[in-house]
């Protein structure tokens, strides 16, 4: 069962615009959500995460926001950039889980 | 520090052969997940091992196994191999059990079954 899904396998952006990632959940229970990303022959590396009790958080560029009665949650790039090209994950876990679920993923490219 | 490594990086097997892939966190860490990378499938778990327990395992089947070493390296092998084991796989680490915090990814190894 799919837990966490990303329904966008693609996305292409132009640079300096947004760039926006969705991901949705079904479970209730997650209250942990992280976003990866992953280039070409390298594994993923943590870009940045949210927990429940936030419905926001900002590093630099990348925010993430989460829309818990929607079970939804989004990572804004702004400005984009080239080197943002590249698979992004989203995974959520919860309190006392053993494990994290991920989604299928979304590729984002950003044309210069 | 040294990131997560993994080896081979790179290998083709035949059907029916087993295959070994290995894994060495960062130091310290004493958490290793392992992960199926396939198209349109993202990452799927396949177990996690901590202080040499297995804690927890995905819906795979038996031809995968794991275990984990007192230096908390760790293997995982995949017997009788299937065209469908095709994948990446990759192996994580992490200071705490679980979900409790951010997993280090390593580079992946790349089965190839013909």
């Known amino acids: 069962d799919q837990q966490v899904k990303q329904n966008s396998p693609s996305l292409s952006v132009q640079e300096g615009r947004i760039s926006i990632l969705n991901c949705d959940y079904t479970n209730s229970m997650f209250d942990y959500f992280l976003w990866y990303k992953k280039y070409p022959a390298e594994g993923p590396t943590f870009l940045i995460s949210i927990s429940s009790i936030k419905d926001k958080n900002e590093d630099g560029r990348f925010t993430v926001f989460l829309n818990k009665s929607a079970k939804h949650l989004s990572l804004h790039i702004v400005p984009s950039q080239p080197g943002d090209s590249a698979v992004y994950f989203c995974a959520a876990s919860a309190s006392g889980f053993n494990k994290f679920y991920f989604g299928s993923g979304t590729k984002l490219n950003v044309k210069p | 520090k040294a990131g997560v490594t993994q080896t081979p990086r790179y290998l083709i097997k035949t059907r029916g052969q087993q295959v070994t892939l290995s894994c060495s966190p960062i130091s310290g860490h004493r958490s290793v997940s392992w992960y199926q990378q396939t198209p349109g499938q993202g990452l799927q778990f396949l177990f996690e091992?901590?202080?040499?327990?297995?804690?927890n395992k995905g819906n795979f089947p038996g031809r995968f196994s794991g275990r984990q070493f007192s230096n908390s390296r760790s293997e995982m092998n995949v017997s009788t191999l299937e065209l469908g084991d095709s994948a990446l796989y990759l192996c994580?680490?992490?200071?705490?059990?679980?979900?409790?915090?951010?997993?280090?990814f390593g580079e992946g190894s790349r089965l190839t079954v013909l």
């Open positions: 091992y901590f202080s040499e327990t297995q804690r």
């Open positions: 994580a680490s992490s200071y705490r059990a679980g979900a409790d915090g951010e997993l280090f």
